[in-house]
């Protein structure tokens, strides 16, 4: 696993002499092939395209259940990239609050969860909004509350100190570490993050996707945190990305795909460290990922797109509204058995009235008899 440190903590490490891409001297003047791109750039202009459109075609109640999964899963994933294993219960249940969307079961967060969730919703809701130092360091501040990181106190919402040396990507046994990484000095960061925020700010010259990718690589080498930097290096990511699709909605997840390529994704940002000022290989690599995040929404969104294929096959069914309500519930986060004593019970209603309502769905095709016996008779959802 890699982790980050500081020059002083490495111990008989042999250090190799190489350039580094925010050594070369027209840093940071990224080249790539147009040509190349163009291919790519196109297929994921045209699913996003597809994407939304298709979306908004589900009406409001099934996009809020869409964004809250995808939200979900891209917290829970841009975490477990850097090795941290949220809860996902908790990232749900805190989303779905902030979003001041009606969900059962509401978890409470830890203190953890709810950093991370107050970065990412802050970054793609209000995606409009510039991107600032005091933005970045009150990110900095959510992902850390306690002002430190594992064991170490760490400096929280302001770059990293001088006194602290240059800051390192290593992995192995101390003493015989590697280094994958070494981050641009302390006293460069000022300078370098003024540049970056005022690209990323006003810079509309580059396609918004690219800018992306671009703000993605140029952030995580800069490396100006003590830790979090991949973490709000894909916030910043997804917030350019929103720029792109125009909307504050997200339906795909870049980070899941990135954790599914976790080795390629590390040995890719290596490589391009490492290179020169040409950062196609980069460029095609986050596409990939892209596009396997756009096309995957079927999967990622099932739920959603069960619910919603299954309204539109009974658009027309008359059903009463204690019918709707655990039709929804079957559709969403429903756990164990169905039954009329359990039907009675969540809609507050006397047994006998509870059988007429599944005796109802039953002949409208809605439910049926699981088959499986026993002292009471479960049913199940019908689905498309």
Known sequence: MRRLQSIFDVYYTSFIILMYIHQHKNWP??????????????????????????????????????????LTEDIVKTSEIEGEFLNPSEVRSSVAKRLGIEISG???????VEGVVEMMLDATQKFEA?????????????????????????????????????????????????????APEAERLGSEMNRFL?????????????????????????????????????????????????????????????????KEYYDMLES???????????????FDRLTEALESTD????????????????????????????????????????HSSKWAKMTKVHRDTARRDIQDLIKKGILSDSGEGGRSTNYILNVP
Request: no cysteine.
């Open 106 to 112: 509401l978890t409470e967060a830890s203190r953890d």
């Open 29 to 70: 003047d990224f080249k790539w092939d147009n040509d190349t791109l163009l291919s790519y750039v196109s297929k994921v202009r045209d699913l996003q395209g597809r994407l939304i459109g298709r979306m908004e075609g589900l009406g409001f109640k099934l996009r809020e259940e869409a964004v809250l999964e995808t």
């Open 299 to 338: 999967n990622s969104l099932s739920k959603v797109l069960v619910k919603a294929r299954f309204w539109e096959k009974h658009s027309t069914t008359q059903l009463n509204e204690r019918q709707i309500k655990m039709i929804n519930t079957l559709l969403g986060d429903f756990v164990g058995k169905l």
């Open 198 to 262: 005022k690209w990323f700010n006003s810079d509309n010259s580059i396609e918004p996707v690219i800018k992306s990718a671009l703000a993605h690589l140029w952030f995580v080498t800069i490396h100006p945190f003590d830790d979090g930097n991949g973490r709000i290096a894909r916030a910043i990511a997804d917030l350019q990305l929103a720029r792109a699709d125009r909307t504050n909605q997200r339906f795909y997840s870049l980070s899941a795909q990135i954790m599914k390529s976790k």
């Open 130 to 182: 510039p991107l600032t130092k005091d933005r970045l360091f009150g990110w900095h501040a959510a992902l850390f509350p306690t002002g430190r990181s594992g064991m170490y106190h760490i400096t929280v919402g302001n770059w990293r100190k001088y006194d602290q040396g240059p800051m390192q990507v290593v992995s192995g046994p101390m003493g015989r570490a590697k280094v994958h990484y070494v």
């Open 272 to 286: 391009t460290q490492k290179g020169s000022l040409d950062v196609s290989q980069w460029l095609v690599w986050y």
